[in-house]
């Protein structure tokens, strides 16, 4: 419920997609962990959603969805750093992915809602996960990106009064950044 780590960020508005090739962490623990985060504030025990590497206890997606509560987490075994993490803001529902390549991206268990303001901090963070101990960690490839809608140049367009039985194609044209 309150919080040991430290938080690289930047403030962000809106919809976001963090990216970051963790390539190494420091295995000071074996629950130590480096990774991206959108946070609501420096505040010990605020509302957050990450994706992090350990050094030997796998990729986990972590969440507080009410202030001052404990974490929830889902944990993929089995993986250690190198490995590409990816985290998405959609409104308040948050996405957690993991990759070998920064190409090919596997979820982590499902979107969790966290009803943080729409402006919050994004970054990366790191955790020795020992209070007596410091940890490094090498990120590569860092990205923090707005998570726009495509946008629809050309919009389909139908006969408003249509003949019942008959067929009918639309096309629209669609562009996304």
């Known amino acids: 419920t309150s919080d040991q780590f430290d938080l690289a960020s930047k403030s962000f508005t809106g919809d976001g997609i963090l990216i970051a090739d963790v390539t190494s962490v420091a295995n000071t623990n074996a629950a130590a962990d480096a990774g991206v985060m959108f946070r609501a504030s ?4 605020s509302l957050f959603a990450d994706v992090v590497v350990t050094p030997s206890s796998g ?3 972590a969440w507080r969805s009410s202030t001052g509560a404990a974490a929830s987490t889902t944990t993929v075994t089995g993986i250690a750093a190198p490995r590409w993490v990816e985290l998405i803001r959609a409104a308040n529902t ?3 992915y993991y990759s070998s390549n920064g190409t090919t991206w596997t979820q982590i268990g499902v979107g969790e809602t966290v009803a943080m303001s729409s402006t ?4 990366l963070a790191v955790t020795a996960h020992d209070n007596t101990k410091s940890t490094t960690a090498i990120f590569t490839n860092v990205s923090i990106a707005a998570n726009t809608a495509p946008t629809v140049a050309t919009p389909a367009s139908a006969n408003a009064n249509p003949a019942v039985g008959l067929k009918t194609v639309l096309t629209a044209l669609g562009a996304d950044d």
């Open 42 to 45: 420096t505040a010990a025990g």
């Open 59 to 61: 990729v986990v997606f």
């Open 94 to 96: 948050f996405y957690a």
């Open 120 to 123: 919050a901090l994004a970054g």
